[in-house]
Protein backbone atom coordinates (compact mmCIF):
# COMPACT_ATOMS: atom_id res chain seq x y z
CA UNK A 1 0.00 0.00 0.00
CA UNK A 2 1.26 3.60 -0.63
CA UNK A 3 0.96 4.34 2.58
CA UNK A 4 0.12 8.44 1.42
CA UNK A 5 2.51 9.30 -0.47
CA UNK A 6 1.70 11.83 -2.94
CA UNK A 7 4.39 13.92 -4.41
CA UNK A 8 1.91 15.23 -7.04
CA UNK A 9 -1.45 16.53 -7.01
CA UNK A 10 -3.52 16.55 -10.02
CA UNK A 11 -5.48 20.06 -10.59
CA UNK A 12 -3.29 22.00 -8.14
CA UNK A 13 -2.84 25.85 -9.11
CA UNK A 14 0.31 27.61 -9.06
CA UNK A 15 -0.71 31.58 -8.15
CA UNK A 16 1.27 34.60 -9.52
CA UNK A 17 3.04 36.38 -7.27
CA UNK A 18 6.49 37.73 -5.97
CA UNK A 19 8.24 37.70 -2.47
CA UNK A 20 7.76 40.94 -1.08
CA UNK A 21 9.65 43.14 1.57
CA UNK A 22 6.18 43.59 3.07
CA UNK A 23 4.92 39.94 3.61
CA UNK A 24 8.44 39.22 4.79
CA UNK A 25 8.45 41.90 7.42
CA UNK A 26 4.70 41.20 8.03
CA UNK A 27 5.41 37.29 8.78
CA UNK A 28 8.53 38.06 10.60
CA UNK A 29 6.32 40.60 12.60
CA UNK A 30 3.52 37.82 13.16
CA UNK A 31 5.69 35.50 14.20
CA UNK A 32 6.66 37.55 17.02
CA UNK A 33 3.55 35.41 18.64
CA UNK A 34 6.08 32.62 19.65
CA UNK A 35 8.35 34.80 21.95
CA UNK A 36 6.06 34.73 24.80
CA UNK A 37 5.38 30.93 24.79
CA UNK A 38 9.01 30.43 24.03
CA UNK A 39 9.47 32.60 26.98
CA UNK A 40 7.65 30.82 29.59
CA UNK A 41 9.04 27.72 28.59
CA UNK A 42 12.14 28.54 28.83
CA UNK A 43 11.77 30.71 31.69
CA UNK A 44 9.65 27.97 33.94
CA UNK A 45 12.39 25.29 34.00
CA UNK A 46 15.26 27.30 35.00
CA UNK A 47 13.39 29.44 38.22
CA UNK A 48 12.22 26.17 39.75
CA UNK A 49 15.74 25.22 39.75
CA UNK A 50 16.87 28.43 42.04
CA UNK A 51 17.14 27.75 45.30
CA UNK A 52 15.88 31.24 46.58
CA UNK A 53 12.63 30.50 44.91
CA UNK A 54 12.26 27.21 45.99
CA UNK A 55 13.27 27.93 49.55
CA UNK A 56 10.79 30.85 49.45
CA UNK A 57 7.47 29.00 48.28
CA UNK A 58 8.24 25.22 48.31
CA UNK A 59 10.64 24.79 51.22
CA UNK A 60 9.53 21.23 51.11
CA UNK A 61 11.38 20.60 47.59
CA UNK A 62 14.22 22.79 49.03
CA UNK A 63 14.95 20.00 51.99
CA UNK A 64 14.68 17.31 49.09
CA UNK A 65 17.17 18.69 47.15
CA UNK A 66 19.23 19.37 50.17
CA UNK A 67 19.11 15.91 51.38
CA UNK A 68 22.24 13.60 49.76
CA UNK A 69 20.85 10.22 50.42
CA UNK A 70 17.75 11.25 48.55
CA UNK A 71 16.55 9.16 45.44
CA UNK A 72 17.67 11.43 42.52
CA UNK A 73 14.68 10.24 40.74
CA UNK A 74 12.52 11.32 43.65
CA UNK A 75 14.43 14.54 44.15
CA UNK A 76 11.80 17.36 42.87
CA UNK A 77 8.81 15.40 42.77
CA UNK A 78 6.19 17.72 44.30
CA UNK A 79 2.79 18.07 42.82
CA UNK A 80 2.03 22.08 43.71
CA UNK A 81 5.49 22.54 41.85
CA UNK A 82 4.78 20.84 38.86
CA UNK A 83 0.84 22.90 39.00
CA UNK A 84 3.07 26.09 39.36
CA UNK A 85 4.23 25.13 35.36
CA UNK A 86 1.56 23.01 34.69
CA UNK A 87 -1.44 25.59 35.62
CA UNK A 88 -0.39 27.62 32.82
CA UNK A 89 -1.70 25.25 29.84
CA UNK A 90 -4.49 24.97 31.68
CA UNK A 91 -5.46 28.32 31.09
CA UNK A 92 -4.25 28.22 27.38
CA UNK A 93 -6.85 24.96 26.63
CA UNK A 94 -9.35 27.15 27.91
CA UNK A 95 -8.53 30.75 26.02
CA UNK A 96 -8.22 29.45 23.37
CA UNK A 97 -11.49 27.67 22.96
CA UNK A 98 -12.61 31.15 23.14
CA UNK A 99 -9.93 32.58 20.78
CA UNK A 100 -11.54 30.86 18.00
CA UNK A 101 -14.49 32.97 18.17
CA UNK A 102 -12.67 35.98 18.39
CA UNK A 103 -10.25 35.28 15.31
CA UNK A 104 -13.05 34.67 13.42
CA UNK A 105 -15.37 37.36 13.88
CA UNK A 106 -12.46 40.42 15.04
CA UNK A 107 -9.34 39.44 12.68
CA UNK A 108 -6.33 37.11 13.31
CA UNK A 109 -4.75 40.43 14.88
CA UNK A 110 -6.41 41.32 17.80
CA UNK A 111 -6.67 38.10 19.20
CA UNK A 112 -2.65 38.16 18.81
CA UNK A 113 -3.03 41.69 20.75
CA UNK A 114 -5.45 40.02 23.54
CA UNK A 115 -2.81 37.09 24.14
CA UNK A 116 0.09 40.12 24.32
CA UNK A 117 -1.91 42.37 26.94
CA UNK A 118 -3.16 39.08 29.60
CA UNK A 119 0.40 37.69 29.49
CA UNK A 120 1.76 41.11 30.35
CA UNK A 121 -0.51 41.29 32.78
CA UNK A 122 0.50 37.75 34.40
CA UNK A 123 3.80 39.01 33.79
CA UNK A 124 3.58 41.22 36.52
CA UNK A 125 1.82 39.00 38.91
CA UNK A 126 4.74 36.72 39.28
CA UNK A 127 7.40 39.29 39.14
CA UNK A 128 5.38 40.68 42.67
CA UNK A 129 4.43 37.67 43.83
CA UNK A 130 4.40 37.25 47.80
CA UNK A 131 2.70 33.51 47.80
CA UNK A 132 1.78 30.56 45.96
CA UNK A 133 -1.86 32.47 45.25
CA UNK A 134 -0.09 35.50 43.26
CA UNK A 135 2.25 32.82 41.43
CA UNK A 136 -0.79 30.95 39.95
CA UNK A 137 -3.21 33.77 38.81
CA UNK A 138 -0.17 35.03 37.10
CA UNK A 139 0.57 31.73 35.58
CA UNK A 140 -3.15 31.63 34.36
CA UNK A 141 -3.20 35.00 32.97
CA UNK A 142 0.06 33.51 31.33
CA UNK A 143 -1.95 30.88 30.08
CA UNK A 144 -4.87 33.00 28.64
CA UNK A 145 -2.35 34.70 26.74
CA UNK A 146 -0.53 31.66 25.48
CA UNK A 147 -3.71 30.15 23.96
CA UNK A 148 -4.72 33.65 22.15
CA UNK A 149 -1.30 33.81 20.96
CA UNK A 150 -0.84 29.94 19.24
CA UNK A 151 -4.53 30.27 18.04
CA UNK A 152 -4.03 33.13 15.82
CA UNK A 153 -0.27 33.38 14.87
CA UNK A 154 0.11 30.58 12.78
CA UNK A 155 -2.83 30.72 10.59
CA UNK A 156 -1.89 34.35 10.06
CA UNK A 157 1.25 33.11 8.92
CA UNK A 158 -0.04 30.60 6.78
CA UNK A 159 -2.86 32.93 5.06
CA UNK A 160 -0.10 35.50 4.67
CA UNK A 161 2.32 33.35 2.87
CA UNK A 162 2.83 32.55 -0.78
CA UNK A 163 1.81 28.88 -1.14
CA UNK A 164 5.19 27.55 -2.04
CA UNK A 165 6.78 29.50 1.01
CA UNK A 166 4.09 28.69 3.44
CA UNK A 167 6.56 26.54 5.31
CA UNK A 168 9.56 28.33 5.88
CA UNK A 169 7.02 31.37 6.87
CA UNK A 170 4.76 29.25 9.46
CA UNK A 171 7.93 27.70 11.08
CA UNK A 172 9.36 32.00 12.18
CA UNK A 173 6.54 30.95 14.66
CA UNK A 174 8.70 28.22 15.93
CA UNK A 175 11.95 30.09 15.59
CA UNK A 176 10.49 32.49 17.59
CA UNK A 177 9.50 30.03 20.18
CA UNK A 178 12.65 28.58 20.46
CA UNK A 179 14.39 32.07 20.52
CA UNK A 180 12.77 32.93 23.17
CA UNK A 181 13.74 29.72 25.06
CA UNK A 182 17.20 30.60 24.90
CA UNK A 183 17.06 34.65 25.77
CA UNK A 184 15.17 33.24 28.54
CA UNK A 185 17.68 30.46 29.71
CA UNK A 186 20.47 32.43 29.17
CA UNK A 187 18.63 35.24 31.80
CA UNK A 188 18.58 32.09 33.96
CA UNK A 189 21.63 31.98 34.12
CA UNK A 190 22.69 35.00 35.09
CA UNK A 191 19.92 35.88 37.71
CA UNK A 192 20.38 32.62 39.04
CA UNK A 193 23.64 33.74 40.44
CA UNK A 194 22.19 36.54 41.95
CA UNK A 195 21.77 36.90 45.73
CA UNK A 196 18.06 36.77 47.59
CA UNK A 197 14.81 37.22 45.84
CA UNK A 198 16.14 39.22 42.92
CA UNK A 199 16.91 36.53 40.44
CA UNK A 200 13.67 34.72 39.98
CA UNK A 201 12.21 38.06 40.01
CA UNK A 202 13.83 39.28 37.51
CA UNK A 203 13.20 36.00 34.80
CA UNK A 204 9.86 35.96 35.63
CA UNK A 205 8.96 39.80 35.36
CA UNK A 206 10.81 40.14 32.18
CA UNK A 207 8.42 38.25 30.96
CA UNK A 208 6.64 41.80 30.31
CA UNK A 209 8.86 42.19 27.33
CA UNK A 210 7.66 39.94 24.75
CA UNK A 211 4.28 40.49 25.58
CA UNK A 212 4.88 44.38 24.86
CA UNK A 213 6.64 43.33 21.25
CA UNK A 214 3.70 41.35 20.03
CA UNK A 215 1.09 43.79 21.24
CA UNK A 216 3.28 46.60 19.29
CA UNK A 217 3.08 44.11 16.19
CA UNK A 218 -0.45 43.16 16.39
CA UNK A 219 -1.25 47.20 16.15
CA UNK A 220 0.58 47.80 13.19
CA UNK A 221 0.31 44.95 11.14
CA UNK A 222 -2.02 44.34 8.41
CA UNK A 223 -5.30 41.88 8.23
CA UNK A 224 -4.80 38.89 6.12
CA UNK A 225 -6.89 38.91 3.04
CA UNK A 226 -9.27 35.17 4.03
CA UNK A 227 -9.94 37.27 7.63
CA UNK A 228 -10.96 40.44 5.56
CA UNK A 229 -12.84 38.38 2.91
CA UNK A 230 -14.62 36.90 5.75
CA UNK A 231 -15.68 39.70 7.69
CA UNK A 232 -16.94 41.26 4.54
CA UNK A 233 -14.43 43.77 3.30
CA UNK A 234 -13.89 42.32 0.15
CA UNK A 235 -12.29 45.40 -1.70
CA UNK A 236 -9.79 45.70 0.71
CA UNK A 237 -8.98 42.59 0.84
CA UNK A 238 -8.09 41.91 -2.97
CA UNK A 239 -6.00 45.01 -2.60
CA UNK A 240 -3.94 43.84 0.37
CA UNK A 241 -3.71 40.18 -1.67
CA UNK A 242 -1.70 42.08 -4.54
CA UNK A 243 -0.02 44.38 -1.72
CA UNK A 244 1.61 40.88 -0.46
CA UNK A 245 1.66 39.32 -3.64
CA UNK A 246 3.81 42.06 -5.12
CA UNK A 247 1.30 41.91 -8.76
CA UNK A 248 -2.22 43.11 -9.73
CA UNK A 249 -3.02 39.99 -11.16
CA UNK A 250 -4.34 38.01 -8.62
CA UNK A 251 -7.64 37.18 -9.83
CA UNK A 252 -7.29 33.69 -9.91
CA UNK A 253 -6.40 33.47 -5.86
CA UNK A 254 -8.97 35.92 -4.94
CA UNK A 255 -11.41 34.21 -6.83
CA UNK A 256 -10.42 30.93 -4.71
CA UNK A 257 -10.64 32.80 -1.59
CA UNK A 258 -13.97 34.30 -2.21
CA UNK A 259 -15.40 30.62 -2.92
CA UNK A 260 -13.81 29.88 -0.14
CA UNK A 261 -15.47 32.84 2.32
CA UNK A 262 -18.80 31.88 0.43
CA UNK A 263 -18.73 28.15 1.13
CA UNK A 264 -17.56 29.26 4.82
CA UNK A 265 -20.75 31.59 5.39
CA UNK A 266 -23.16 28.33 4.54
CA UNK A 267 -21.44 26.73 7.47
CA UNK A 268 -23.43 28.14 10.57
CA UNK A 269 -21.80 25.92 12.98
CA UNK A 270 -18.50 25.45 12.36
CA UNK A 271 -17.62 23.25 15.89
CA UNK A 272 -20.61 20.91 14.72
CA UNK A 273 -19.65 20.91 10.89
CA UNK A 274 -15.91 19.71 11.74
CA UNK A 275 -17.58 16.10 12.62
CA UNK A 276 -18.76 15.68 9.40
CA UNK A 277 -17.24 12.85 7.66
CA UNK A 278 -15.80 15.57 4.67
CA UNK A 279 -13.98 17.36 7.12
CA UNK A 280 -12.58 13.63 8.79
CA UNK A 281 -8.86 14.05 7.63
CA UNK A 282 -8.70 17.57 8.97
CA UNK A 283 -10.46 16.59 12.63
CA UNK A 284 -7.83 13.18 13.24
CA UNK A 285 -4.96 15.92 12.26
CA UNK A 286 -5.53 18.33 14.28
CA UNK A 287 -6.08 16.08 17.44
CA UNK A 288 -3.43 13.78 16.53
CA UNK A 289 -0.41 15.87 15.19
CA UNK A 290 -0.54 17.98 18.90
CA UNK A 291 -0.75 14.86 21.09
CA UNK A 292 2.31 13.24 19.27
CA UNK A 293 3.88 16.18 19.48
CA UNK A 294 4.09 16.25 23.32
CA UNK A 295 4.61 12.70 23.74
CA UNK A 296 7.54 12.83 22.02
CA UNK A 297 9.08 14.24 25.27
CA UNK A 298 10.45 18.02 24.28
CA UNK A 299 8.83 19.58 26.84
CA UNK A 300 10.43 17.03 29.40
CA UNK A 301 13.53 18.76 28.29
CA UNK A 302 12.00 22.15 27.75
CA UNK A 303 10.67 22.38 30.92
CA UNK A 304 12.73 20.71 33.41
CA UNK A 305 15.88 20.66 31.62
CA UNK A 306 17.84 22.63 34.46
CA UNK A 307 15.91 20.27 36.62
CA UNK A 308 16.99 17.10 34.66
CA UNK A 309 20.31 17.93 34.91
CA UNK A 310 20.74 18.43 38.38
CA UNK A 311 19.02 14.99 38.85
CA UNK A 312 21.69 13.61 36.45
CA UNK A 313 24.60 15.20 39.42
CA UNK A 314 25.37 18.64 37.66
CA UNK A 315 25.40 21.76 39.69
CA UNK A 316 22.84 24.67 39.70
CA UNK A 317 25.14 26.33 37.83
CA UNK A 318 26.31 23.75 35.07
CA UNK A 319 22.59 22.61 34.89
CA UNK A 320 21.22 26.17 33.56
CA UNK A 321 24.28 26.27 31.45
CA UNK A 322 23.60 23.00 29.80
CA UNK A 323 20.03 24.18 29.27
CA UNK A 324 21.20 26.96 27.47
CA UNK A 325 23.14 24.41 25.06
CA UNK A 326 20.11 22.51 24.53
CA UNK A 327 18.32 25.64 23.75
CA UNK A 328 20.85 26.85 20.93
CA UNK A 329 21.19 23.62 19.31
CA UNK A 330 17.33 23.36 19.35
CA UNK A 331 17.24 27.19 18.06
CA UNK A 332 19.91 26.79 15.09
CA UNK A 333 18.14 23.13 13.88
CA UNK A 334 15.23 25.23 13.63
CA UNK A 335 16.59 26.72 10.99
CA UNK A 336 17.10 23.76 9.31
CA UNK A 337 12.94 22.81 8.96
CA UNK A 338 12.81 26.18 7.45
CA UNK A 339 15.27 26.44 4.52
CA UNK A 340 14.29 22.71 4.07
CA UNK A 341 10.38 21.89 4.27
CA UNK A 342 9.51 23.92 1.28
CA UNK A 343 12.19 22.02 -0.47
CA UNK A 344 12.00 18.69 0.82
CA UNK A 345 8.33 18.16 2.11
CA UNK A 346 6.79 17.80 5.17
CA UNK A 347 6.92 14.06 5.29
CA UNK A 348 10.93 13.20 4.75
CA UNK A 349 11.20 15.90 8.12
CA UNK A 350 8.55 13.87 10.24
CA UNK A 351 10.28 10.46 9.57
CA UNK A 352 14.18 11.46 9.57
CA UNK A 353 13.23 13.20 12.77
CA UNK A 354 11.36 10.23 14.47
CA UNK A 355 13.93 8.11 13.59
CA UNK A 356 16.69 10.57 15.38
CA UNK A 357 14.45 10.56 18.31
CA UNK A 358 14.13 7.06 18.53
CA UNK A 359 17.45 6.11 18.66
CA UNK A 360 18.93 9.06 20.75
CA UNK A 361 16.06 8.80 24.09
CA UNK A 362 16.92 4.56 23.30
CA UNK A 363 20.60 6.01 24.22
CA UNK A 364 19.67 8.00 27.16
CA UNK A 365 17.03 5.84 28.80
CA UNK A 366 19.66 3.01 28.54
CA UNK A 367 22.91 5.67 29.80
CA UNK A 368 20.60 6.44 32.45
CA UNK A 369 19.56 2.90 33.79
CA UNK A 370 22.98 1.71 33.99
CA UNK A 371 24.36 4.75 35.61
CA UNK A 372 21.65 5.10 38.42
CA UNK A 373 20.03 1.63 38.07
CA UNK A 374 16.36 1.43 39.52
CA UNK A 375 17.02 2.45 43.11
CA UNK A 376 18.56 6.02 41.68
CA UNK A 377 21.28 5.93 43.75
CA UNK A 378 24.20 6.13 41.47
CA UNK A 379 26.77 8.25 40.66
CA UNK A 380 27.41 9.44 37.18
CA UNK A 381 30.76 10.73 35.64
CA UNK A 382 32.11 13.67 34.07
CA UNK A 383 32.56 12.33 30.60
CA UNK A 384 29.21 10.29 30.65
CA UNK A 385 27.74 13.07 31.81
CA UNK A 386 28.93 14.87 28.88
CA UNK A 387 27.68 12.12 26.46
CA UNK A 388 24.09 11.99 28.11
CA UNK A 389 24.27 16.29 27.19
CA UNK A 390 24.95 15.13 23.64
CA UNK A 391 22.44 12.70 23.11
CA UNK A 392 19.95 15.17 24.74
CA UNK A 393 21.21 17.70 21.66
CA UNK A 394 20.63 15.30 18.83
CA UNK A 395 17.56 14.40 20.72
CA UNK A 396 16.37 18.47 20.59
CA UNK A 397 18.17 18.26 16.86
CA UNK A 398 15.96 15.54 15.33
CA UNK A 399 12.77 17.30 17.17
CA UNK A 400 13.84 20.64 16.00
CA UNK A 401 13.39 19.69 12.67
CA UNK A 402 10.77 17.97 12.95
CA UNK A 403 7.87 17.88 14.69
CA UNK A 404 8.81 20.77 16.63
CA UNK A 405 8.18 23.42 13.74
CA UNK A 406 5.25 20.86 11.64
CA UNK A 407 3.68 20.08 14.53
CA UNK A 408 2.52 24.02 14.03
CA UNK A 409 2.62 24.27 10.47
CA UNK A 410 0.89 21.23 9.18
CA UNK A 411 -2.65 21.78 11.00
CA UNK A 412 -2.60 25.56 10.52
CA UNK A 413 -2.37 24.75 6.21
CA UNK A 414 -4.80 21.78 6.15
CA UNK A 415 -8.53 22.97 6.90
CA UNK A 416 -10.43 24.96 4.35
CA UNK A 417 -11.65 28.55 5.64
CA UNK A 418 -15.08 27.02 6.87
CA UNK A 419 -13.45 25.16 10.00
CA UNK A 420 -9.74 27.00 10.31
CA UNK A 421 -10.64 28.78 13.14
CA UNK A 422 -12.40 25.96 14.60
CA UNK A 423 -9.56 22.95 13.74
CA UNK A 424 -6.63 25.45 14.98
CA UNK A 425 -8.81 25.47 18.37
CA UNK A 426 -8.89 22.17 18.41
CA UNK A 427 -5.50 21.67 17.59
CA UNK A 428 -3.83 24.19 20.59
CA UNK A 429 -6.67 22.74 23.04
CA UNK A 430 -5.09 19.22 22.48
CA UNK A 431 -1.36 20.46 22.70
CA UNK A 432 -2.39 22.49 25.53
CA UNK A 433 -4.14 19.67 27.14
CA UNK A 434 -1.16 17.01 26.88
CA UNK A 435 1.24 19.91 27.17
CA UNK A 436 -0.33 20.00 30.88
CA UNK A 437 -0.47 16.51 31.18
CA UNK A 438 3.04 16.45 30.86
CA UNK A 439 4.18 19.10 32.65
CA UNK A 440 2.13 18.05 35.82
CA UNK A 441 2.98 14.25 35.76
CA UNK A 442 6.89 14.02 34.40
CA UNK A 443 8.01 14.56 37.61
CA UNK A 444 6.15 12.15 39.49
CA UNK A 445 6.58 9.87 36.62
CA UNK A 446 10.20 10.08 36.54
CA UNK A 447 10.16 9.39 40.48
CA UNK A 448 8.29 6.11 39.70
CA UNK A 449 9.58 4.93 36.36
CA UNK A 450 12.95 5.97 36.73
CA UNK A 451 15.24 5.60 33.24
CA UNK A 452 12.01 4.06 31.68
CA UNK A 453 10.13 7.14 30.91
CA UNK A 454 12.60 7.59 28.65
CA UNK A 455 11.20 4.11 26.45
CA UNK A 456 7.55 5.18 27.49
CA UNK A 457 8.19 8.30 24.81
CA UNK A 458 10.28 6.22 22.52
CA UNK A 459 7.17 4.11 22.49
CA UNK A 460 5.32 6.43 21.14
CA UNK A 461 8.07 8.11 18.59
CA UNK A 462 7.78 4.87 16.88
CA UNK A 463 3.90 4.97 16.69
CA UNK A 464 3.81 8.48 15.60
CA UNK A 465 6.19 7.88 12.82
CA UNK A 466 4.03 4.97 11.43
CA UNK A 467 0.93 7.22 11.79
CA UNK A 468 2.84 10.03 9.63
CA UNK A 469 3.94 7.62 7.16
CA UNK A 470 0.64 6.30 6.36
CA UNK A 471 -1.82 8.85 7.09
CA UNK A 472 0.14 12.13 6.52
CA UNK A 473 -0.14 13.60 2.66
CA UNK A 474 2.79 15.63 1.29
CA UNK A 475 1.16 19.07 1.89
CA UNK A 476 4.24 21.16 0.04
CA UNK A 477 3.80 24.07 -2.60
CA UNK A 478 -0.71 23.82 -2.29
CA UNK A 479 -2.28 26.51 -1.77
CA UNK A 480 -4.77 26.12 1.25
CA UNK A 481 -7.58 26.45 -0.62
CA UNK A 482 -6.93 23.79 -3.08
CA UNK A 483 -5.67 21.27 0.13
CA UNK A 484 -8.82 19.45 -0.52
CA UNK A 485 -7.35 17.83 -3.73
CA UNK A 486 -4.60 16.42 -1.72
CA UNK A 487 -7.06 14.56 0.79
CA UNK A 488 -9.31 13.02 -2.00
CA UNK A 489 -6.19 12.14 -3.88
CA UNK A 490 -4.90 10.34 -0.53
CA UNK A 491 -5.29 6.38 -0.43
CA UNK A 492 -7.21 6.37 2.67
CA UNK A 493 -8.71 9.69 3.24
CA UNK A 494 -10.12 10.30 -0.35
CA UNK A 495 -13.00 8.49 0.24
CA UNK A 496 -13.93 10.81 3.11
CA UNK A 497 -13.89 13.55 0.72
CA UNK A 498 -16.85 14.38 -1.80
CA UNK A 499 -16.09 14.93 -5.68
CA UNK A 500 -17.77 18.70 -4.55
CA UNK A 501 -15.69 19.44 -2.05
CA UNK A 502 -12.82 19.60 -4.59
CA UNK A 503 -12.36 23.22 -5.36
CA UNK A 504 -12.68 23.51 -9.36
CA UNK A 505 -12.40 27.41 -9.21
CA UNK A 506 -15.44 29.54 -10.65
CA UNK A 507 -14.21 28.99 -14.04
CA UNK A 508 -13.97 25.25 -14.12
CA UNK A 509 -17.68 24.92 -12.40
CA UNK A 510 -19.14 27.13 -14.98
CA UNK A 511 -17.91 25.13 -17.65
CA UNK A 512 -18.77 21.91 -15.63
CA UNK A 513 -22.43 23.57 -15.56
CA UNK A 514 -22.56 24.24 -19.49
Known amino acids: MAGGFVSQTPGVRNYNYKLTPKVFVTCFIGAF ?33 K ?10 DSEL ?20 TITRVFGRKWSMFLGGFTFFIGSAFNGFAQNIAMLLIGRILL ?21 NLRGAFNNG ?25 IGWRISLGLACVPAVMIMIGALILPDTPNSLIERGYTEE ?15 EEFQDLIDASEESKQVKHPWKNILLPRYRPQLIM ?30 SKASLLSAMVTGIIELLCTFVSVFTVDRFGRRVLFLQGGIQMLISQIAIGAMIGVKFGVAGTGNIGKSDAN ?10 AGFAWSWGPLGWLVPSEISPLEIRSAAQAINVSVNMFFTFLVAQLFLTMLCHMKFGLFFFFAFFVVIMTIFIYMMLPETKNVPIEEMNRVWKAHWFWGKFIPDEAVNMGAAEMQQKSV
Open 33 to 65: GGLIFGYDLGISGGVTSMEPFLEEFFPDVYKKM
Open 67 to 76: NAHENEYCRF
Open 81 to 100: LTLFTSSLYVAALISSLFAS
Open 143 to 163: GFGVGFANQSVPVYLSEMAPP
Open 173 to 197: FQVAIIFGIVVATIINYFTAQMKGN
Open 237 to 251: AKQMLQSIRGTNEVD
Open 286 to 315: TCFIPFFQQLTGINVITFYAPVLFQTLGFG
Open 387 to 396: LIVALICIYV
